[in-house]
């Protein structure tokens, strides 16, 4: 079993900056293939970015490529998301989620552990 803790979430103006952490008690942390995915109210599950077991390859959906960066530290077992240039349409709840033994995939039914989510709230 494997929780995942977010944290980071908060209210900011358009164009500014947040950086989220996920936490995660897996003692085999770098096994794992990480993601963040979204949601917005009304909305379905969005992805937003995946990170290989070793951080060394990465796939960003388009509507955040050039904006979010993904990262990993196999030591802290922790992944972040640092967003820039946000945008109202950013406004969701964040989840962290984990696939073990995968490659990076978009797709939310391939993770095996989520966490409880995030807000980022993104104000024009």
């Known amino acids: 079993q494997v929780q995942l803790v977010e944290s980071g979430g908060g209210l900011v103006q358009a164009g500014g900056s947040l950086r989220l952490s996920c936490a995660a008690s897996?003692?085999?942390?770098?096994?794992?293939?990480m993601a963040w995915f979204r949601q917005a109210p009304g909305k379905e599950r969005e992805f937003v970015v995946a990170?290989?077991?070793?951080?060394?390859?990465?796939y960003y959906a388009d509507s955040v490529k050039g904006r979010f960066t993904i990262s990993r530290d196999n030591v802290k077992n922790t992944v972040y998301l640092q967003m820039n240039s946000l945008k109202p349409e950013d406004t969701a709840v964040y989840y962290c989620?984990?696939?073990?033994?995968?490659?990076?995939?978009?797709?939310?039914?391939?993770?095996?552990?989520w966490g409880q989510g995030t807000q980022v709230t993104v104000s024009s």
């Open positions: 989620a984990a696939a073990y033994g995968a490659a990076m995939t978009p797709y939310w039914n391939e993770y095996d552990y």
């Open positions: 897996a003692r085999t942390f770098n096994n794992y293939a």
């Open positions: 990170i290989s077991w070793s951080g060394g390859n990465t």
